[in-house]
């Protein structure tokens, strides 16, 4: 007993070590990477932030949404519009006036504030997740069928954003921004500090989540998952769990979306359809689903991927990410991290061996691997 | 026992593609040209990039259109007449004596992805001049970047006006060189009832709001409006509309897959070019392919170019196009309006002196140049160029017979600000 308390607790050691090595490049990354890199990461870990949302989702409480891409939407439309109404200095923004309004909406006014938009990035589709959860999971509606009404959801909300042209920009979507309070976004400074905001915000994401998870709330979610109804007989009731984990999950994507708009520079409904919304899964799936560590990872390297790949081969390089997820889906169907898991414990016990043999010099590195 | 092993060896072989994908960038340089030079990963401080680096041996340009998704199929074509302009620019010696270097970028019909891909051509790269572009919403998004960066876009499609950036030059039409003399024409030769038919999405809207402006000027009438989803097939509805409304002319401003399904069901309601005519502005040489001569026969477009184009430049633009990418394919006037970008540009930096943004953008003012077209000149205040318009019937062979050319080309007008009728529309 004692000696795998002792193991835990290294484990533990090491895990916080290799988290702050990681976070500590990342947060030193502005210094050795081209300012085009760094913009290019900042807008890879947006996508993490986006992943980890989906992740508490379908990793922890089995529902899979294929419309984290609308969440993630709204958040950025949001702060899409409160930037273009500071580009405009409260006037009319260029593509109203070509589509033939000749005054602002209502509904856009609140959002030359911050104190309004940028809590509604997170509010508003934490809401519209509340309202599509509160009628499915109390219904019992689940797995598959929740699954083909979100993506329900993307058609009807991209939808709408491309009908309403004079007030969403249609298919354009909204660009063309200046500043944000008042810090001009093309200087690289306000980019850097942007970059950063981003890294500390993608740490507590992931500290939240891992709480959230970890706690006697994630634990019930997990019962939910794997045995619903037995979940019910003991007493709980899954769907209010299950609905305050899709909020959850909705808000931390639209914070996603609004970090993307402030790295990227344009929001379109393309950027909310139904292929972004398969991609977020994919990452998770990559990555590996219901380990947190594992969304990040998988959104980071598909995303470098694909960036890297349309770089090197921009004629084929789709023919290549296609078949890095194919080989993915079917030999590691537990994802990166799943698949290092695997390692670890098959190289352990191993590893254990060699080191008994060796002696006691060798113990402490053994137990490390 | 053995599966793990596999799955380890696919995971230590993803990882390294993953990282070398990752680092792809900045080591490999992804020119079609043998001879490239490694990159410096160079850290820009501030807005540094100047897209100008004329030291060295060559120019870099890029080139940033979709190459995949669903704007591929129209431009890869694009993407090709420039590498053919550019193949011929360095045959005859270059630019400035240098070889033009050539980065070729994907734009992937997605519009964050044209921001991305600009930012990583003029910062990344440090392209002298960047070709590229197709939908207005793709040049929407790449525009903010280009103006931070101070970096200069050749767009060469026509469209829906009412912009004047100074780091994009437009080689396509405006709409006082497509739309608005169309409207004339088709209100001087086919009757007054127009049916306005489009996709949703900016260029419809606009182009329409502009017509209804003209027609109301000019003693016509919109009896209807319409608008599909981009890619929407279904035009039963939009053709019993039509009938029932019984315009002189329907006005057609469909993108794309939406032509094919629309021209097919208006023949299948019985209804052909000699009942009702139609005068489309996004259907080229290249749509007619695609959509089918039998069913497109008599319909009519308007541009500033067609393969049939009688000049002798426009001989040799064809005959090279085609022996260059083969018989069975076929120019069109947004491919001929990239194809012209290139030899500007280079025509720019040779006045120039230098590939330097602001003084090729300065010297670009009045250029002239020979094009398949005929001749074009570059109007310096608005960065558009000067263009004859044509009416054009769509033959058997699937070529366009012209009835109709304006004697001189016309001077761009982006905001209209010769029409008084256009006077509300482009309030900022």
């Known amino acids: 007993m004692e000696l795998t308390a002792k193991a835990s607790l290294q484990k533990k050691i090491l895990l916080t070590s290799v988290y702050s090595i990681v976070v500590l490049f990342l947060l030193l990354a502005p210094t050795f990477l081209s300012d085009f890199r760094l913009s290019l990461l900042a807008k890879f870990l947006a996508f993490a932030i986006v992943a980890i949302g989906l992740d508490l989702i379908w990793g922890y409480s089995g529902i899979l949404s294929l419309g984290h891409g609308v969440f993630f939407g709204l958040g950025a439309y949001c702060m899409g519009m409160f930037l273009k109404l500071e580009a405009t200095g409260g006037k009319l923004p260029d593509f109203m006036s070509w589509s033939g309004l000749s005054e602002i909406p209502w509904f856009w006014k609140p959002f030359a504030h911050a104190w309004f938009a940028l809590p509604a990035g997170i509010l508003i589709p934490a809401a519209l997740a509340f309202i599509l959860g509160f009628f499915t999971f109390r219904n019992r509606i689940r797995g598959v069928y929740f699954t083909i009404l979100t993506q329900a959801l993307v058609i009807i909300v991209t939808t709408l954003f491309i009908g309403q042209q004079q007030y969403t920009g249609g298919t354009n979507g909204i660009t063309g921004y200046q500043t944000i309070f008042g810090f001009s976004l093309s200087n690289q400074s306000t980019k850097t500090v942007l970059y950063l905001v981003t890294v500390v915000l993608l740490v507590a994401v992931f500290i939240l989540c891992q709480r959230l998870v970890r706690s006697r709330s994630g634990r019930v979610l997990r019962a939910v998952r794997d045995a619903e109804n037995r979940a019910r007989f003991i007493g709980y009731n899954p769907s209010s769990y299950q609905l305050f984990v899709f909020c959850v999950s909705a808000g931390i994507a639209g914070l996603a979306g609004m970090l993307f708009v402030l790295h990227v520079g344009i929001i379109s409904p393309t950027t909310m359809g139904i292929v972004p919304s398969i991609e977020i899964v994919l990452w998770v799936a990559l990555g590996g689903r219901g380990t947190l560590i594992g969304a990040v990872i998988g959104a980071v390297l598909v995303n470098a991927a694909k960036s890297g790949l349309s770089e090197t081969y921009p004629d084929s390089w789709l023919f290549f990410l296609g078949a890095l997820f194919v080989i993915v889906v079917v030999f590691m169907p537990r994802g990166l991290v799943g698949l290092f898991n695997d390692i670890v414990g098959k190289l352990k016990p191993r590893m254990q061996t060699i080191m008994q043999a060796k002696g006691s010099k060798m113990k402490k590195a053994g137990s490390n691997g | ?428």
């Open chain 2, 1 to 428: 026992m053995k599966k793990n092993v596999w799955s380890s060896v696919v995971m230590v072989v993803l990882v390294f593609s993953l990282i070398l994908a990752g680092c792809g960038g900045n080591s490999a340089n992804n020119g079609n040209t043998g001879n490239t030079t490694p990159t410096p990963d160079a850290t820009n401080e501030g807005t540094g990039a100047e897209g100008s680096t004329d030291d060295g041996d060559t120019i870099k340009v890029g080139i940033l259109h979709s190459l995949s998704g669903t704007m591929a199929i129209s431009e890869v074509s694009v993407k090709d007449a420039e590498l053919m302009a550019i193949n011929e620019i360095n045959a005859a010696g270059g630019v400035l004596g240098k070889q033009i270097e050539v980065v070729i970028e994907d734009g992937a019909s997605d519009w964050p992805t044209f921001a991305e891909k600009a930012r990583k051509l003029l910062q990344q790269d440090q392209v002298a001049t960047v070709f590229g572009g197709w939908t207005s919403a793709s040049r929407k998004a790449m525009l903010p970047v280009f103006e931070e960066l101070n970096g200069l876009l050749w767009y060469p499609v026509q469209y829906e006006g009412l912009e004047s950036s100074p780091n994009i030059f437009y080689t396509g039409a405006t709409t006082n060189q497509q739309i608005v003399p169309a409207v004339e024409w088709l209100l001087e030769n086919r009757g007054k009832k127009f049916f306005l038919l489009g996709s949703d999405y900016v260029f419809p809207r606009t182009a329409n709001k502009i017509i209804k402006a003209q027609l109301e000027a000019s003693g016509g009438e919109t009896v209807a409006e319409e608008y599909t989803p981009l890619g929407h097939t279904d035009y039963s509805t939009v053709i019993s509309k039509i009938k029932e409304a019984k315009p002189d002319v329907v006005f057609n401003t469909l993108n794309g897959d939406s032509n094919v399904a629309f021209f097919k069901q208006l023949k299948d309601a019985g209804i052909s070019a000699d009942d009702l005519t139609t005068l489309s502005v996004s259907v080229a040489e290249e749509e007619i392919r695609g959509i089918g001569t039998d069913v497109l026969e008599g319909h009519l477009a308007a541009w500033n170019y067609y393969q049939t184009t009688d000049t002798p430049e426009n001989e040799k633009f064809v005959a090279a196009y085609k022996a260059a990418y083969g018989e069975d394919r076929v120019t069109a006037d947004p491919i001929e309006a990239g194809y012209i970008a290139v030899y500007l540009w280079a025509a720019a930096v040779e006045k120039a002196g230098t590939t330097d943004v602001d003084k090729v953008r300065e010297a670009a003012d009045g250029i002239e140049f020979n094009a398949p077209e005929g001749k074009v000149t570059i109007d310096g205040e608005t960065q558009h160029i000067y263009k004859k318009v044509l009416i054009g019937e769509v033959q058997a062979d699937g070529m366009f017979k012209t009835l109709h050319s304006t004697e001189e080309p016309v001077k761009p007008d982006p905001y209209l600000k010769g029409y008084e009728w256009a006077s509300g529309l482009a309030e900022q």
